[in-house]
């Protein structure tokens, strides 16, 4: 059937082209009426033709995926060179599981353009992620390498070093034109992943918050639009180009009609979202000219193992990613690679077949390659919470996972890794172990500590970020801390009992239930000062964020929210004195920016207020109240033609916003 439906695509070219030439000629009156029946024919034809190709190629399952005969296959048939002068399209989804897409066999899902990207190319089945994290990940897609070779462990707190060789600097060695878009403030190109583009698109000024304002985000639409504007650019080939979509990470805020359509699945209706916006792009680019390879930094736990998000456990559910390769007539098509690989190999494999040297050669394209390990890790709950450490391997069917308390997963025959087959002093178990003690070696007695300057100032900036429990110098060490799957259950009833849904006494109930089992759990104290300050109980509120603070010193949700506390009671040195450090440690935070100035402004600093919020404007201009501050802090400080040259840059941009409109008109006439 596959090779029929290549037959018509023949007759439909064939067809096209005669048209084409026809269309071209010059046709005299005695030659019209049988040219105009060559050309009724020819178009009889490429009907027929098309029919037959859709009815066998494109036709559609229920949800809306393709039906195509698929063969497997355990290497990429083609040969190095074979896309040479291409251009690459890479394509990066954020926190996409493979088993949510379409052509990954999810039936409740319609996502129509990764599916054809699918069906008429190569993809890849069995992709485990290096780690649960978005950074680390995306490095090792753009390197080739592990997180222990690049050095990058946790998202922020370890950027990644020059010296490290990443795809865009071969490329663009080899003469590509190399452009950038990323959705996340989590890949600002301070943290490293800028080396080798011409243009790093990595200004969110125009960017929407997140919930808990960590980072900023570009939804999927707009994202497509910075790509598009690239693309315009471009004007001699070849290029590279890498757009990540972010939109699937938490929470799961679908637009309309996806949050409609997906009402009850709205992570779903996230990543039917990103369909829709990467066929926007797809459009646009020459796929007969263009290598498209679309894959996933990690997935997302959606309660499988207690995990309600990711970042902590190291199972399929957050650790199996998509991985597609598309290159139309170029690429044989129809074929599923049931190989195990792992991220590390797209960066090789894409250079290998664009014909370019550098990094470690591809072991994609040889049928005769044997089978190696694949290695992964976990940190976040070490880094956050001084809990221990994951490391673990893959080999072929089975799946090790190192600890105090090891699991080894049969995934062939328990693909949701319920069945723990460890059994010590197994032989295979210990093999996987020596394999692990091999590649992570130092590791597993020491847990990784941040690549930046680590002096005793430094430290405290670190605590800031809210990645450690105790302070970096608390020596966590292997089987020191909780085992991860042990404890998430508790994370994932803190999430339930904060549903928006729910009154405040019930909330405040089942927190203070998981605080009875586990009294140390610092989520559970920071969500309890969260709902009592949420409900008016101060004093409550307060108790349960000195907790929390005990408990993870310095970090910034709990010092934000103690800042916040102190100031709405008017102890504003002592918010002060809290929240200073956050905003000079970690400047994006933009809730902290406002509270600084807020605070100076009480204070008398109507300079450094002004600063505070000027900071803020530019990062999020809608966040509450802050148009209104700067132009009362500009009037009080003799600062107001500062504030209308910025007020007025900030229009040319954006002259639809009519809050800095009238802010500016008040402005102007106050003069």
């Not at 009609?257 to 039917?272: C, K, Q, R, S, W």
């Not at 919470?385 to 996972?401: A, L, M, S, T």
């Not at 009833?493 to 009154?503: G, S």
Request: negative net charge.
């Amino acid at each position: 059937m596959r090779y029929f439906s290549v037959g018509v695509r023949r007759v439909v070219c064939d067809c096209a082209a005669r048209i084409s030439d026809m269309s071209r000629s010059r046709i005299s009156k005695n030659e019209g009426k049988a040219s105009s029946s060559a050309i009724n024919v020819a178009l009889f034809v490429l009907a027929i033709s098309l029919s037959a190709y859709l009815f066998w190629t494109l036709r559609l399952r229920p949800g809306g995926t393709i039906a195509v005969e698929i063969r497997d296959v355990h290497h990429v048939p083609a040969a190095a060179g074979d896309l040479a002068g291409h251009n690459l399209l890479l394509i990066t989804l954020d926190t996409t599981r493979a088993d949510r897409l379409g052509c990954y066999g999810n039936r409740a899902i319609r996502t129509p353009n990764l599916d054809r990207l699918a069906a008429f190319g190569v993809f890849f089945t069995d992709v485990t992620a290096v780690s649960p994290t978005t950074m680390p990940s995306h490095a090792s897609v753009m390197t080739g390498l592990y997180p222990s070779d690049h050095g990058v462990r946790a998202n922020g707190l370890f950027p990644m070093g020059e010296q490290i060789e990443t795809l865009a600097e071969v490329l663009q060695a080899a003469g590509y034109q190399t452009g950038a878009v990323v959705s996340a403030y989590v890949l600002d190109s301070q943290f490293g992943l800028a080396q080798g583009f011409d243009s790093y698109n990595d200004d969110f000024s125009e960017a929407r918050a997140t919930t808990d304002r960590y980072y900023l985000e570009y939804p999927a639409t707009e994202t497509t639009a910075r790509a598009l504007r690239w693309l315009e650019e471009v004007r001699d080939e070849p290029y590279f180009l890498w757009v990540h979509y972010f939109d699937p990470h938490p929470d799961y805020k679908p637009p309309a009609p996806f949050a409609d359509t997906y009402v009850t699945n709205l992570y779903d209706g996230e990543i039917a979202y990103v369909d829709y916006a990467l066929g926007t792009l797809l459009k646009q680019v020459d796929r007969a000219r263009t290598l498209v390879t679309v894959v996933g930094d990690h997935g997302e736990g959606l309660g499988f193992h207690d995990e309600p998000t990711h970042g902590y456990l190291a199972y399929d559910s957050t650790m199996r990613v998509p991985w597609i390769l598309y290159a139309e007539n170029k690429l044989e098509g129809g074929l599923r690679c049931v190989r195990p690989v792992s991220q590390v190999d797209v960066a090789p494999l894409l250079l290998s077949l664009l014909g370019q040297e550098g990094m470690r050669p591809t072991e994609l394209l040889d049928p005769a390659a044997a089978a190696r390990p694949i290695y992964f890790e976990a940190l976040n709950g070490a880094l956050t919470y001084g809990w221990e450490p994951i490391y673990g391997v893959v080999v072929g069917k089975h799946k090790y996972i190192h600890g105090s308390k090891p699991e080894l997963f049969d995934r062939s025959l328990d693909p949701h890794e319920k069945t723990n087959l460890f059994v010590a002093g197994d032989p295979k178990a210990e093999t996987y172990h020596a394999l692990v003690a091999k590649a992570f070696q130092n590791d597993l007695e020491q847990t990784p500590l941040p690549t930046v300057d680590l002096d005793s100032e430094k430290l405290k900036r670190l605590q800031a970020l809210g990645y450690f429990a105790d302070g970096v110098n608390s020596d966590v060490t292997s089987g020191a801390g909780a085992i991860p799957r042990e404890v998430t259950s508790y994370l994932r009833r803190v999430e339930l009992a904060l549903h928006a849904d729910k009154p405040p006494r019930d909330s405040i109930a089942e927190l203070e239930a998981v605080i009875a089992e586990v009294p140390d759990f610092s989520p559970a104290w920071f969500a309890l000062a969260r709902i009592h300050g949420q409900a008016g109980n101060a004093e409550a509120s307060e108790a349960a964020q000195m907790r929390d603070l005990q408990l993870r010193p310095n970090t910034v949700r709990t010092v934000y929210q103690l800042a916040l506390l102190h100031s709405d009671h008017g102890r504003n040195e002592e918010a002060l004195n809290l929240i200073e450090p956050v905003t000079r440690d970690y400047p994006g935070f933009v809730p902290a920016r406002a509270l600084a100035g807020a605070v100076l402004g009480r204070l008398g600093e109507y300079g450094k207020a002004l600063d505070e919020f000027e900071a803020a404007f530019r990062l999020e201009p809608a966040h509450e109240n802050v148009i209104r501050n700067m132009v009362f802090l500009g009037t009080k400080s003799g600062s107001t033609e500062r504030v209308r040259r910025l007020f007025q840059a900030h229009l040319e941009t954006h002259p639809d916003d009519e809050g800095v409109r009238i802010a500016l008109t008040e402005l102007t006439t106050t003069r």
